[in-house]
């Protein structure tokens, strides 16, 4: 089996589109959304027409948490406040009530899915949880491997000699080890974090057990101009330049 993982589109469609065109000629049997699908980016009604239309399973996001909760909405800065106000507006009842039946998390096999971090967090980040903890997460999951997003980083986390490692993950194809249990972070789709600004995502291929990171270039300027145009905060159009 072969699964595409994506995570935190934030609104961006253009992004979208070119990483399912990818995955599209990438063989996949099935792709996972985790979460922050909407928030800072121009399109959230766009975006979450086409998760719907691609029948594409996504776990709740920080950003729907916020849209949904006003006391967790008050805790974000101003700047993703505002974005996140204006993609509220601009959704449909149908997209609403899509985003309040969204789960924490869910398993599908081996494999687990959680936006912020395992078993069930929406808003913790990956950086932030200690090793012991970490460790002792890996040590009691059911699953082999844990799919995360919320940071926009790539990483991988396993046990290694009873410590924590922890690195970044790179560009290409990561070889798996039967013996370990991981935690992975697959990057956005549409926010960048890095000098890098193409849109990224993550294959697992079950049968070669391997990481496969994929970079898909696009155009962000209809993106960029859509976020002016809206008034939305521009230190979002400036991560996609």
């Known amino acids: 089996m072969r699964i595409a993982v994506i995570s935190d589109i934030h609104s961006n469609a253009d992004a979208l589109d070119a990483v399912l065109k990818d ?8 792709i996972m959304s985790l979460g922050d699908n909407i928030g800072y980016g ?3 009604e766009s975006v979450i027409r086409k998760i719907r ?3 594409v399973p996504s776990v709740l996001g920080n950003h729907e948490l916020a849209a949904l909760d006003q006391s967790y909405l008050s ?4 700047h993703a406040r505002k974005a996140l106000l204006k993609n509220f ?10 985003i309040k039946r969204l789960k924490s998390h869910f398993q599908i096999g081996n494999f687990y899915f959680v936006h912020g971090f395992p078993p069930d967090a929406v808003t913790t980040y990956f950086y932030f949880v200690k090793d012991d903890s970490m460790m002792s997460i890996l ?3 059911t699953s082999r ?4 997003g919320h940071t926009h980083d790539l990483n991988i986390a396993y046990i290694g000699q009873d410590k924590m490692i922890r690195k970044s993950l790179g560009k290409g194809i990561t070889y798996l080890d039967d013996s370990r249990k991981y935690i992975v972070n697959v990057g956005s789709v549409g926010q960048p974090r890095c000098s890098d600004k193409s849109a990224k995502y993550v294959i697992l291929d079950e049968e070669k057990n391997t990481l496969e990171v994929r970079s898909v270039l696009y155009d962000p300027s209809n993106t960029v101009q859509r976020i002016q145009e809206l008034g939305l905060p521009y230190q979002y159009a400036e991560r996609l330049l």
């Open 23 to 30: 995955i599209d000629v990438s063989l996949v049997d099935g």
């Open 42 to 44: 121009p399109d959230p």
């Open 145 to 148: 491997v844990c799919f995360i």
């Open 53 to 55: 239309e691609r029948e």
């Open 139 to 141: 040590n009691h999951m």
């Open 75 to 78: 805790c974000l800065n101003p």
């Open 89 to 98: 507006s601009m959704m449909s009842e149908e997209s609403i009530n899509y």
